[in-house]
């Protein structure tokens, strides 16, 4: 699930990466976009994190399901769609040798990605998601837009 929820999250976060070819750049860091706009996108992560944690500590599908489904995650979508255009313009410059590393830096650092992998290695919330369909795809909804 989790490397479906990277991999799918971060090419929606940057329609058309892997869709068309584009001119490569050179740039000094290769696998570090500006500090702004990585600190931005390791914080979204943190806040969405946060919220799939409490969440998911509801022992209630139906209110785990609308905690996920409320105003907090409008929000989270809205600065999600708003990083969308700095975090592709730099992604744009880059080699997909340089894609690649920022990929595995991303990958290590990102809270998102962390509470993902604990939520994946909980059998007790495993089996819970698997239960339940509708949260199973909140819970892919969440992260796929905000990865």
């Not at 290590?108 to 919330?125: A, F, M």
Request: proline share 6%.
């Amino acid at each position: 699930m989790k490397a479906l929820l990277l991999g799918c999250g971060l090419v929606v976060a940057l329609p058309g990466l892997a869709q068309r070819p584009t001119p490569v750049k050179k740039v000094a860091a290769a696998s570090r976009p500006s500090t702004d706009v990585y600190s931005n996108l390791l914080s979204l992560g943190k806040d969405v994190a946060r919220l799939l944690r409490r969440a998911m500590a509801e022992p209630d599908d139906a209110k785990a399901i609308a905690t996920m489904n409320g105003q907090e995650t409008a929000h989270l979508m809205k600065r999600a769609e708003e990083l969308q255009p700095s975090l592709r313009h730099w992604v744009n410059t880059l080699s997909e040798e340089q894609k690649e590393q920022f990929m595995q830096r991303f990958l290590k650092e990102s809270p998102l990605v962390q509470c993902v992998d604990s939520l994946e290695h909980n059998p007790e919330t495993k089996a819970r998601v698997e239960r339940n369909p509708d949260l199973k795809n909140m819970i892919e909804a969440l992260t796929y837009y905000t990865l």
